[in-house]
């Protein structure tokens, strides 16, 4: 039975159908091409965190990959945009300084 699929025993008298949903996540299947060691590392330099579930950190190492993979795609379209073909420090540093979301990374590019 997959993630989402119902079997007949679950259909109720009103003629509804209860799913259960599976929300763990096989061992085999990578969310994240981060290593999730280094990721449970920087979780860890946060003063108010102890304990970090294996779920919790490939959740973590899902997002910083989908983050870094959009704030690329954002400097791409700044140096597109300016007409050149090699990104270089001041793409990136002007897309941080032209867009609201990238506004906490300003001071960290010098």
Do not use: W
Request: aromatic share 6%; with cysteine; glycine share 4%.
């Amino acid at each position: 039975m997959s993630n989402f699929e119902a079997d007949k025993s679950s259909l109720r008298e009103d003629g509804c159908t209860s799913v259960e949903i599976n929300h763990s996540i096989p061992a085999t299947e990578k969310l994240s091409k981060l290593p999730l060691s280094r990721v449970k590392i920087i979780v860890k330099t946060v003063p108010s965190v102890s304990l970090v579930t294996s779920e919790a950190l490939a959740s973590i190492g899902f997002l910083c990959e989908q983050f870094i993979q959009d704030f690329c795609r954002s400097v791409i379209e700044v140096t597109a945009q300016e007409g050149k073909k090699t990104v270089t420090k001041q793409h990136v540093q002007s897309t941080v300084q032209s867009t609201q979301k990238y506004e906490f990374l300003d001071g960290i590019i010098e």
